[in-house]
């Protein structure tokens, strides 16, 4: 077991008194943008309908390990591959020939599907009639950010459980025990809300590094800084201006509580409090909501140059003295 706790402990009782009670639902949809800990909260459940130990979160019995190792056959992950665009219907066709056969040996076959928000309109037209009529001895599980990620047919037919991102503080724990800096895991926390994958992802991408580098060539020079991202694509564009947005955020909030304790950015709180002591609060939220407008802008597909080119003199105006 993970020395910090991942597992939702009120959501995974409600799953064990529907184990004892032998009430449980055929298909569940596990809502909420954080994926580890639905993973975790899955792995609990299929776990306590197969266990043949005593069910505790620390059981070594072999069915409980092999579901831990990814190795046991009853128990099929779909979407593992993350970074695919798409749940294609080829995986649909492996789930439907699985759920038609027998068990090699669990009580209750477990599917998951891992983003399942990614499952094509046919895919999802495919996976109906199993979700209509599925035979007994089966549980489905569907990760998805919110019930209508999927057609209303599917969603309909499953038991929703919200699963709650972590507080922050467990996501700064569970990072300084991946041995990542305290100060990094702090900012990681703040950034990600919470969702520990984002936080991890951003960690292999070495996003505090580069956003300290973000904040220093801004503060040099906002024309020469957003001038950079000229040319690098719509996608890059949209991540510059979250930046953006996400630092005069912090500005603002700084503006109005006077304390470090409550930005993103807390290991740039000295310069935070320096720039925000110069503006007053109302010249911040302008430029807080002209950011606003533009990044609106681009997803409205406005000409990148221009945006970019705006975000720039607005800045440049910002911090003239
Ligand atoms: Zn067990």
């Known amino acids: ?33 954080e994926v580890e800990r639905k993973k975790e909260l899955a792995l609990a459940f299929a776990k306590a309908l197969n266990c043949t130990g005593k069910a505790s979160a620390d059981c070594h019995c072999s069915v409980c390990r092999r579901m831990t190792e990814g190795t046991f056959p009853d128990l099929k992950w779909y979407g593992s591959d993350e970074e695919a665009a798409s749940i294609k219907i080829a995986e649909v066709r492996d789930f439907r020939n699985w759920l038609s056969l027998k068990p090699f040996e669990a009580k209750v076959k477990i599917f998951i599907f891992n983003g399942a928000e990614r499952l094509t309109a046919e895919a999802q037209n495919a996976l109906l009639k199993s979700i209509e009529e599925p035979p007994p001895g089966n549980v489905i599980i ?27 503080e467990t996501v700064k724990k569970i990072l300084i025990q991946e041995g990542i800096s305290k100060v990094e895991a702090d900012f990681l926390a703040r950034a990600s809300q919470g969702e520990l994958a984002r936080a991890r992802q951003a960690h292999k991408e070495k996003w505090f590094l580069e956003k300290n580098k973000w904040i220093d060539q ?16 719509r996608e890059a564009i949209r991540e510059v201006f979250d930046f953006l947005i996400e630092w ?10 006077r304390d470090a304790e409550n930005l993103i950015h807390m290991d740039r709180a000295e310069l935070v409090e320096q720039l925000a002591s110069k503006h007053d609060f109302e010249s911040i939220l302008e430029l807080f909501e002209s950011l606003g407008q533009i990044k609106k802008s681009i997803d409205d597909y406005a000409n990148q140059k221009l945006v970019l080119t705006q975000a720039g003199i607005l800045w440049e105006h910002f911090l003239k003295p």
Request: glycine share 6%.
């Open 142 to 168: 569907f990760f998805v950010p919110h019930a209508k990620s999927l057609f209303d047919t599917i969603t309909s037919r499953a038991m929703e459980v919200k699963v709650p991102a972590f507080p922050e």
């Open 248 to 257: 005069t955020r912090d500005l603002l909030t700084y503006c109005a509580t």
């Open 1 to 33: 077991m993970p020395s910090v706790e991942l597992i939702d402990q009120k959501i995974l009782e409600r799953f064990q008194k529907q184990v004892h009670s032998g009430k449980w639902a055929t298909t569940y949809l596990f809502t909420g943008k």
């Open 218 to 233: 801004l503060v040099k020079s906002p024309a020469d800084f957003l001038d950079g991202f000229q040319g690098q694509g």
